[in-house]
């Protein structure tokens, strides 16, 4: 590098000529130009559709898979937890709650079958054989969607007034199990009662009915319960909220029970009467049905003789 001014040969880097003492500009080397270089191209990324399941979907894929990993040591264990700790809210498998109902209407049914199979046993023997038969059959499947639409009426309407009054959004399932977890103590005195009627004799018709009056009960508590949990905040009082759903449900259990009740018994009674017989039942029946309908009229009915006389005309009296 040489000075601009003079000529003289200069040190790299130096700032003034050494000869002359001119100012020298220092220059820095440049690189060559490079070429620009080019954004790589990113492909879009395409939306990936939604494979998120339903909620509803994942619960009961989970309650299922839940079921088959734990079997009877995990429902035994949520048998037990209901056992000692009966009014909390169970944690457990969602299937279970429905699995206790099946059980509990299976059992009653059975209580049932006992019942009229000792029954109709109990007619033969005291007419000397004059029926047609001594073992009448009932409908079974009748009997069963009684018991299960008796709980079915106290969950439905339960998780109804939660989902539509309180803040929790849950599905039946989930509210089910907690239902059926308060309510487990029923199905122990269901067991005892189907136990009892084995013997058939009037006092284990009274035991098993008694058993089956609290079993009742404790759907009731069990129901209630189920409303006034501490967690649950309802649009107005939960105790209106209680009246509103006992209102509801015993009012569809007694239409129910009376319907089943009644093709039960008249099934078992065209078993062992004549067609003529069974229709004077049938007539007696809606008369009485007729005289409940005014508070004097059931002691009009039974005063008049009239009332009763193609009844027991039908029998030959």
């Not at 440049?30 to 620009?36: F, G, I, K, Y």
């Not at 949990?229 to 569809?252: E, H, R, W």
């Not at 009740?261 to 078992?268: A, H, L, P, S, V």
Request: net charge positive; hydrophobic share 45%.
């Amino acid at each position: 590098m040489k000075c601009p001014n003079c000529g003289s040969q200069l040190k790299t880097g130096a700032k003034f000529c050494p000869s002359c003492g001119k100012a020298v500009a220092v220059t820095t080397p440049t690189s060559a130009p490079t070429s620009p270089v080019k954004p790589t191209p990113v492909s879009p990324v395409q939306p990936q559709q939604a494979t998120t399941k339903p909620m509803g979907a994942m619960n009961m894929n989970a309650a299922k898979k839940s079921v088959a990993e734990k079997g009877l040591a995990g429902y035994w264990e949520y048998f037990v937890d209901a056992i000692k700790y009966p009014g909390k809210q169970s944690d457990s498998t969602q299937v279970y709650g429905l699995i206790t109902a099946i059980i509990l209407a299976i059992i009653n049914t059975i209580t049932i079958k006992l019942f009229v199979s000792g029954m109709g046993k109990a007619l033969y023997s005291l007419s000397d054989g004059a029926l047609k038969t001594e073992s009448p059959s009932i409908n079974l499947f009748l009997v069963f969607g009684l018991f299960i639409g008796i709980i079915l009426v106290f969950s439905v309407i339960g998780f109804g007034l939660r989902y539509i009054f309180g803040d929790v959004k849950e599905n039946f399932l989930v509210y089910t199990n907690d239902f059926m977890h308060y309510a487990v103590s029923s199905l122990i005195l269901a067991i005892i009662g189907c136990v009892v009627m084995m013997s058939y004799s009037t006092s284990s018709i009274r035991i098993a009915l008694l058993l089956f009056g609290l079993q009742l009960v404790i759907l009731t508590i069990s129901f209630v319960q189920s409303i006034l949990q501490t967690n649950i905040t309802y649009k107005f009082d939960k105790l209106y909220v209680v009246l509103l759903g006992l209102i509801i449900s015993i009012f569809i259990v007694w239409v129910l029970t009376g319907f089943v009740i009644e093709k039960t018994f008249m099934g078992i009674l065209s078993q062992y009467l004549k067609p003529s017989e069974l229709t004077a039942i049938k007539i007696a029946f809606a008369g009485i049905s007729q005289a409940f309908a005014s508070s004097d009229g059931i002691l009009e009915y039974l005063k008049d003789p009239k009332s009763l006389d193609s009844l027991f005309n039908s029998f030959g009296y």
